[in-house]
């Protein structure tokens, strides 16, 4: 078998810290070090974090869901884990970087596996300038934000904003506006994912906006430039036949 040595991590609740006490008295536990999977309980969130904290670590990841949605998670069901981890699907995913400049001009950078997103953080709507690979597309948009999603995160934020669902292999970016003002009810653009993207803030200090790689906030910025990670991969285990393609066609049938 590949994997035989699992290494636990749970989010803070109860149900996920009882789970994995269940699961490190029947299969031990390993350190880091010497596992060779990682095991995470929780929901989505809780995985978009351990693959942030962990990915320079290597291994494969394979959630079970203790959360809500748990698209990136598997389902809580019988039978020996050990056998499941050596049959399970991987999926191998790329985040978006995001490189945010402030109104004071510093720098911020983030990771997002899910979605970069700008929205405004005041009663105006934002107002924003859009280049592609350094030619402008879209002078002004008005909006209460937009966002730059990948394929795995084109099921999340993405299509509760209406944007496209995006097949898993398909190199392509999501970009979506929401609740657009002007061009009045303008719904995005497909990009290909070796694009560099650039959002632009117009009138920064009266119309303040922020930007989030996911759920990590950066205030008051100018400028986003959003280009894919291809350097960095993740790599997610799924029970056979509930792996991202198949969870991303069967969200577009619901």
């Known amino acids: ?54 990915h320079s670590v290597g291994l494969p990841l394979y959630g079970i869901n203790q959360g809500t949605v748990g698209f990136l998670m598997n389902q809580v069901t019988e039978g020996n884990l050990i056998e499941k981890l050596n049959l399970a699907e991987e999926s191998v995913i790329h985040p978006l970087k995001m490189s945010a400049t402030k109104l004071d001009g510093s720098i911020e950078e983030a990771l997002a596996i899910n979605e970069v997103s700008l929205l405004r953080g005041g009663s105006q709507a934002a107002k924003l300038k859009i280049a592609v690979d350094d030619l402008v597309r879209l002078e002004e948009l008005i909006c209460d934000g937009a966002l730059v999603s990948t394929p795995a995160g084109s099921t999340a934020y993405n299509y509760s904003a209406h944007g496209p669902i995006v097949p898993i292999g398909s190199n392509i970016l ?81």
């Open 1 to 54: 078998m590949k994997f035989q040595k699992p290494s636990f991590i749970a989010d803070a609740g109860f149900e996920a810290q009882q789970a994995m006490d269940e699961l490190q008295e029947r299969y031990r536990g390993f350190d880091l070090s010497q596992a060779d999977v990682i095991v995470a309980l929780g929901g989505d969130g809780f995985m978009l974090d351990v693959l942030n904290e962990f």
């Open 174 to 254: 999501a970009l979506t506006a929401m609740a657009a003002f002007r061009p009045r009810r303008w719904r995005g653009a497909l990009i290909p994912a070796s694009a560099k993207i650039e959002l632009y803030v117009v009138e920064p200090q009266k119309r303040p906006v922020s930007a989030f790689a996911d759920s990590k906030e950066v205030k008051n910025v100018t400028s986003v430039k959003i280009v894919s990670e291809n350097r960095i991969s993740y790599r997610l285990l799924f029970d056979p036949g509930h792996g991202l393609e198949e969870r991303i066609l069967r969200e577009q049938f619901v």
